[in-house]
Structure formats: structure tokens, C-alpha cells
């Protein structure tokens, strides 16, 4: 069993910051990825960041680049997501994700989900 617990969400003011983190019950990812996903009310669950678990490696959409980083410890098998220049239109439910690898987390190909936390960017 894999579970996937998500923190740091809250309601940030339009330019400021968040960091979310994702913790999980597993010993490593050495030949896996974590990513963070969001879906707002009324639309498709889109994919913005993902981690190769041993290399490191990153991916982002571009609609995040430059503003998101995605980052992981894996002595204590977390990721991170600090979001900065947030914007109203990154209101979100965000959720990690883990799958074997990166290209199955960009195809929102995930083998587990975190519960979600909520992001709410006020203008």
C-alpha cells in the first residue's frame, strides 16, 4: 500500500507564494516519479510538474514554467511544489501523483493519489 499525503495549501493573495509538499509511506522511488496535478471546478485535472525519484529530473507545463518548482528529498520520500507569482487562475485543488515514471505522470497515468490540498489565489 502506498499512500500520499499532501500539506501546505491556503489562500494566498495574487503575486505571492506557496509551498506544498507531498509525503509518502514508502521506503523509496528509486526507479519511480512523483508529480503535482490540479483540477479547478468545472475542468480537466491538468498535469504541472513532474520528478524522476532518482535523478531528479524535471518537467513542467508551460503554463508554470518559471514560476513552479517541483523538488524532492529521498531520504524522507517527499516532493515539493513551491509556487511563486501565484495567480487567480492557479485556484486549484492540487494533488500528488506517483507512477513508474515521468512520461505516465505527463499522461495523467498515475498509480496513486494524494487526497488533495486546496490553492486558492485571491486577486
Known amino acids: 500500500q502506498v499512500q500520499l499525503v499532501e500539506s501546505g495549501g491556503g489562500l494566498v493573495q495574487a503575486g505571492g507564494s506557496l509551498r506544498l509538499s507531498c509525503a509518502a509511506s514508502?521506503?523509496?522511488?528509486?526507479?519511480?516519479?512523483l508529480g503535482w496535478f490540479r483540477q479547478a471546478p468545472g475542468k480537466e485535472r491538468e498535469f504541472i510538474a513532474a520528478?524522476?525519484?532518482?535523478?531528479?529530473?524535471?518537467y513542467y507545463a508551460d503554463s508554470v514554467k518559471g514560476r513552479f518548482t517541483i523538488s524532492r528529498d529521498n531520504a524522507k520520500n517527499t516532493v515539493s511544489l513551491q509556487m511563486n507569482s501565484l495567480k487567480p487562475e492557479d485556484t486549484a485543488v492540487y494533488h500528488c501523483?506517483?507512477?513508474?515514471?515521468?512520461?505516465?505522470?505527463?499522461?495523467?497515468?498515475?498509480?496513486?493519489w494524494g487526497q488533495g490540498t486546496q490553492v486558492t489565489v485571491s486577486s
Open positions: 501523483a506517483a507512477a513508474l515514471n515521468t512520461d505516465l505522470l505527463k499522461r495523467l497515468d498515475a498509480d496513486y
Open positions: 514508502v521506503r523509496s522511488f528509486s526507479r519511480s516519479a
Open positions: 520528478i524522476s525519484w532518482s535523478g531528479g529530473i524535471t
